[in-house]
């Protein structure tokens, strides 16, 4: 027997995620709201950290805001929507590994823009 492959349109995928997403709103609110993106982002002079930290925020697991994930720019976990997606080595797959650098920076999530390790005492 052949195998069987369901190739999805845009139109398709969109609707699936659209669904999906009202039934994890519908299971926690708070997880994947709308969020307030009014807030300025945090000033983190990552330049001069990033050579002893080696991007260990970049290794973090967080949810995506309904914005994030309708947009489909930021990888997400296939096995835990619409969490951020992490490869094998712990890292996000939007860094880039020889620089340690964001490859999508102006569109990264609204977690990591608002994120300041200078006040997270888990570091
Ligand atoms: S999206 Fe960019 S800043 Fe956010 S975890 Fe991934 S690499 Fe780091």
Redesign the pocket.
Known sequence: MMPFHVSLSEEERGKIIEIALERMVMIDNKVYGLEDNTEPEAEVDCESKIKSCR?V????AFALTQEEAKQGI?KYNTERPFY?ARETDG??????RATF?????DK??L??RKYACPQDNRL
Request: glycine share 0%.
């Open positions: 991007a925020c970049c290794t973090y930021v951020i890292y996000c797959p939007h860094l880039d650098r964001c490859s999508i920076h990264r999530p977690r990591c």
